[in-house]
């Protein structure tokens, strides 16, 4: 018994120090959403169409480039940038910060873009891995 406890607070220790120290690797800088065909018509019909959240959260170093598709028949509004039905829209960003940007795609008609610095070896990686986690099992 007294040698499992130890083996299992081993396993323990080692995992929470691979969360703190390991590298973050995403495969892919984008954070891709997509405006789906029919959202402006529905919208039109009176049908409140949630397509993109509220707030997208970036991470610089991680995933920092914010890609919108169009797949609508109509033009989108993203900010400054007009979508084109069929084309995309690929914004990097490089600072820290939070960003608000007006949204067609978007029931309110705006949309935040926070973006979170690249989380720091130790107890800020900690804390990044674990926020992430949870947010996976959380409704869009």
């Not at 018994?1 to 081993?10: A, E, I, Y």
């Not at 800088?29 to 789906?36: D, K, M, R, T």
């Not at 069929?86 to 008609?109: K, N, W």
């Amino acid at each position: 018994m007294k040698h499992t406890l130890s083996w299992l607070l081993l396993v323990l220790a080692f995992a929470l120090g691979w969360t703190a120290f390991s590298p973050i690797s995403a495969g892919s800088a984008e954070e891709l959403f997509e405006i789906p065909k029919g959202t402006y018509a529905r919208r039109m019909a009176g049908d409140r169409v949630e397509i993109l959240p509220n707030a997208i959260r970036l991470t610089l170093g991680v995933r920092n480039v914010l890609l919108l598709r169009n797949r609508d028949e109509v033009p989108q509004v993203f900010g400054p940038a007009l979508i084109m039905p069929g084309q995309s829209l690929r914004l990097p960003f490089e600072v820290a910060s939070t960003y608000s940007f007006a949204c067609t795609a978007h029931a309110s008609g705006q949309m935040q873009v926070i973006v979170d610095p690249d989380p720091a070896p130790g107890w800020g990686r900690f804390q990044w891995r674990i926020k992430r986690l949870s947010s996976k099992g959380r409704a869009p």
